[in-house]
Structure formats: structure tokens, C-alpha cells
């Protein structure tokens, strides 16, 4: 035993422990980061916010300074995995499959000045990446800068301009991916009381443009069918019932213009009301409870209008080792089919997690929609002749998985999700397997 001891060399030893040291160092290194990203995520998800409540979530959250600016990195990685069916095509097209993933960094930079106002910048890069499908690999980026100024100690004004280049499927009535661009402007003007009530004005314009693609149901470019400009103006009012729960409520305005002269019959405009609840981001119910209603009028005579109830819902409910989740969406949104205006989607969703320990989580969720036209579509046979069709698609999905806490509350999730669409429209008719991995901030 002591001669075996005598060969093994003091330096080397210390070699060893210097090698480990490094490692464990590295191994913190990423925690920390991986730590700040989840903070940073958490911080800036919410939507209108009184500005004390702002500036003093920045001052006591920051993690990188330089200089007077406070730094917070977001990182998302989604969708790394594989897809049996990236084209979404019926199963006597013999579907594509291929491995992908999508790479989301994200950089937020405030200054605060003066106890009065709050500039930002947030900068998006994103890549999809697709391991055989060379064309469908991408390189996006978004970006956008802001202001809140303070002043009278009451009154909030708050500006932004807003530029996105994404590749994605842009709804639910469209499987293929493409490339689409928003860019616009918005600006509000708000009254803020101590007890945090506030209400004011607000108003955007928004240009939306599209891939100059020709999808299955049109005979023009996508971009000629959808390219426009929204306008919209609103008043919001919120009210806080606890300490970080607000009752809100919006009534607003919008106008759709269409960009080329051949969708010009697709101009037309919308009153809105929604009202609900908005619940803190952290605590036994998270999430929105929004419900309301819209009437969308076209401006070309004889297209027939949509009235009724909305939502956007999203809630979750922690009860134990328990995590349930309720979701609710219904709105209408333009079709790309020629001669088609707009479809109907409602889309309801149901989850339910269960942790067996404080670092492993087993999920499952359920999702079904509905998409809806109002007008019957023309469905053209080989011979000539064609039948016309009141579309109706039926979605349905499950998803089951699992996921390991890293650190806090940032963990790796692995999913096996389950897609079917069925449609009385003839070729819709698909279904989807996809099993991945992702990143997720909220264990």
C-alpha cells in the first residue's frame, strides 16, 4: 500500500484538482447564466405596467452593468427535435420529415435617468435550423427601441418602433413555413393614480408584409393577397385589486388597408371591448383572463361581417404538487384563399402537470380548434365542374412529457406531441408527430 502511494506524484495530484476545479468553475458559470436568462424571461413578460412599479423591478433585478446601462439576457431554444411531417402534407403525399431546432437569443438594455425616464433597446436574433432541408434554414432579426417618460409625477407617455422578421407558420390556416415582416409604431399617453389605478389612450401602426409565395386556394402571391397596414386606437383602464392583480378593460378601433390594388376588397374595420383580469406573473394563479367582443365590418358591400364574442385567455393554477392550465381563443383573422375574406378560429386548451419531486415534472396537454369560413369556397374537380364547400377544420393535439429543473426555476423538457388535422375540404385531411427538447423558465 505505502509503495503504491510513493508512485503517484504530489504535482500530478494537483494537476487533477486544478482540472476539476476549472470544470466545476465552468459548470457554475453556465448555471449563473442559465439563471439570469430565466430572471430576465420572468422580468419583461407582462403587458401595461404602472412606472415606479418598472423602474423598480429594473433597479432590483439587474445582474449586468456596464456603465449606467442594465443589461438582461433572454436565451429560448424550442422546437429541437424530430418532425415526421415538416410540410404538413396529407399521408399519400409521403410526408418529409428532418431534424430541427430554433436558436432564440434575446438582449434587453435599459437607462434610467433622473427618476423620470426609462429608455430601452431589445435586440432578437433567431436562427431555424433544419438538418436536411437546407432551404428551410434561416437567419431572422428583430429589434426595437423605447421610451417612458414620467412627468407631473402622474402622467406617462411611452413610445416605441418595432421591426420583426420571423420565419414561421403565420396561422393556424397556413402550413407552410414562410417569412414575414412587421414593422410600426406606437404611442401612449396614460394618467396613473398612487393607488396604481391608470387609464389613458394608445395607438399603433402596424405594416405587415409576406414571402412572395402562391400557397394551394390562391392564384396570387401571398404578399399581394395579405400585405397591409393596421391602424388602431384604444382606451385601456386598469384597476389593481390585490398587489399585483389589475382588473383592465379596452375599447378600441381598427382599420385594415390593404397594400396592392387586387385585395383592396379586403378593406375594412373593427370595433373591439375586452375586459378581465390580469394576474401576477409569479403566485398561485398566473396568467390572463380576457373575454370581450368584436365587430369586424368590410368596407366592399356584400361581404359578409363578423359579430361576436372574443378571448384570449391563458391561466394557470398551482394547487400543491399540481399545475393545471386553461386557455381559451377566439377571434377572426384574414384568409389567404382568393376571394375568401376571413375565417373564424376558436381554439381550446387543457393541461395538467405533476411533480414527483422538486426536480422532475411529468406534463401533459390537450389542445382542440376550430377554424370556420363563413363563405363557401369553390372546390374544382379534374373534369371541369366544381362543387362549393363550407370549409370547416377540426385540430386536435396531445402532448406528454417531462422535464428536469436545472436551477430555480429554469429546467430541460422532452415532449412527444401529436398533431391531427380533419377537414370536409378535400387534401387537408394530415397528421403530425414531433419529439423534441426545450428550454423552459417556468418549473
Not at 423598480?56 to 439576457?73: D, S, V, W, Y
Not at 436574433?125 to 423605447?146: A, D, G, I
Not at 398561485?284 to 361576436?308: A, C, D, Q
Not at 366544381?386 to 422532452?414: C, M, P, Q, W
Request: glycine share 6%; net charge positive; proline share 3%.
Amino acid at each position: 500500500m505505502g509503495k503504491n502511494l510513493a508512485l503517484v506524484d504530489p504535482d500530478c495530484i494537483g494537476l487533477l484538482f486544478g482540472k476539476a476545479d476549472r470544470a466545476m468553475k465552468k459548470i457554475k458559470a453556465i448555471l449563473f447564466f442559465v439563471l439570469l436568462f430565466s430572471i430576465s424571461q420572468a422580468l419583461f413578460s407582462q403587458s401595461y405596467r404602472v412606472f415606479q412599479d418598472e423602474w423598480k423591478e429594473i433597479e432590483e433585478k439587474t445582474k449586468f452593468r456596464i456603465g449606467p446601462f442594465k443589461i438582461f439576457p433572454v436565451l429560448q431554444l424550442r422546437n429541437i427535435g424530430y418532425d415526421d411531417n415538416i410540410y404538413y402534407q396529407k399521408k399519400e403525399d409521403h410526408p418529409i420529415s428532418d431534424y430541427t431546432s430554433t436558436l432564440s437569443p434575446e438582449v434587453r438594455v435599459f437607462l434610467l435617468f433622473r427618476n423620470s425616464l426609462i429608455l430601452s433597446f431589445s435586440e432578437n436574433p433567431e436562427y431555424l435550423f433544419y438538418l436536411r432541408e437546407e432551404k428551410e434554414r434561416t437567419f431572422t432579426y428583430s429589434f426595437s427601441p423605447r421610451f417612458r417618460y414620467l412627468f407631473l409625477q402622474h402622467f406617462v407617455i411611452s413610445g416605441d418602433y418595432h421591426y420583426q422578421m420571423r420565419r414561421r407558420r403565420v396561422s393556424s390556416e397556413i402550413d407552410r413555413l414562410m417569412t414575414d415582416f412587421a414593422k410600426g409604431y406606437s404611442l401612449s399617453f396614460f394618467y396613473e393614480t398612487a393607488r396604481k389605478t391608470s387609464f389613458g389612450f394608445s395607438g399603433t401602426i402596424h405594416k405587415l408584409t409576406f414571402e412572395d409565395i402562391v400557397l394551394p386556394g390562391s392564384t396570387i402571391y401571398l404578399s399581394q393577397e395579405l400585405d397591409r397596414e393596421e391602424r388602431s386606437g384604444h382606451f385601456e383602464f386598469y384597476y389593481q385589486i390585490s398587489s399585483e392583480t389589475f382588473f383592465f378593460y379596452k375599447l378600441g378601433y381598427t382599420e385594415y388597408n390593404f397594400e396592392h390594388p387586387q385585395s383592396s376588397w379586403r378593406n375594412s374595420y373593427s370595433y373591439q371591448t375586452y375586459a378581465g383580469i390580469r394576474f401576477p406573473l409569479l403566485g398561485r394563479i398566473r396568467g390572463t383572463l380576457s373575454l370581450g367582443y368584436k365587430n369586424f365590418v368590410p368596407r366592399k358591400e356584400g361581404r359578409k361581417s363578423f359579430s361576436g364574442f372574443v378571448g384570449n385567455t391563458s391561466l394557470d393554477f398551482k394547487l400543491g404538487r399540481f399545475d393545471f392550465r386553461l386557455g381559451y381563443v377566439r377571434d377572426n383573422a384574414f384568409s389567404y384563399w382568393t376571394e375568401i375574406l376571413y375565417f373564424v378560429e376558436n381554439r381550446y386548451e387543457a393541461g395538467i402537470s405533476f411533480y414527483l419531486t422538486r426536480f422532475l415534472r411529468i406534463d401533459y396537454n390537450y389542445q382542440e380548434g376550430e377554424l370556420s369560413y363563413p363563405e363557401l369556397i369553390p372546390n374544382r374537380f379534374s373534369a371541369g365542374n366544381y362543387e362549393e364547400i363550407k370549409r370547416k377544420d377540426i385540430l386536435r393535439s396531445h402532448s406528454v412529457g417531462f422535464a428536469f429543473r436545472i436551477i430555480r426555476n429554469t429546467g430541460i423538457g422532452f415532449t412527444l406531441h401529436i398533431l391531427k388535422r380533419a377537414s370536409n375540404f378535400p387534401g387537408l385531411t394530415i397528421k403530425r408527430n414531433f419529439l423534441g427538447a426545450y428550454l423552459t423558465y417556468e418549473f
